[in-house]
Nanobody, 115 residues
């Protein structure tokens, strides 16, 4: 299974970006699909999760600003990021976990928010 993340870039504070993660396998193979991020000098943190059934959960730091969604026909998981802050600057990774707890990571995409 391969996960290909795209959509990162440089944006001013208050702006928006949409990240997309394309999976090489059907999304129904995974129990959970997630976005993580890692800022310089910090641990990787969970940003948002979407389950096979479509339930979502977002970190408190991004609630009300980010949304996570999936397109089962396209095998993609998107992270819509609005009202971006400099603290959102990080490398964003997509992650997938199968029903048998096998995990896959995408290659990461850089998001930089300037003040």
């Amino acid at each position: 299974v391969q996960l290909q993340a795209s959509g990162g870039g440089l944006v001013q504070a208050g702006g928006s970006l949409r990240l997309s993660c394309a999976a090489s396998d059907s999304l129904f193979a995974f129990s959970h699909l997630d976005w993580y991020r890692q800022a310089p000098g910090k641990q990787r943190e969970l940003v948002g999760t979407i389950t096979r059934g479509g339930s979502t959960n977002l970190a408190d730091s991004v609630k009300g600003r980010f949304t996570i969604s999936r397109d089962n026909a396209k095998n993609t998981v998107d992270l819509q990021m609005n009202s971006l802050k400099p603290d959102d600057t990080a490398v964003y990774y997509c992650h997938a976990r199968t029903w048998s707890a096998i995990e896959y990571w995408g290659q990461g995409t850089q998001v930089t928010v300037s003040s």
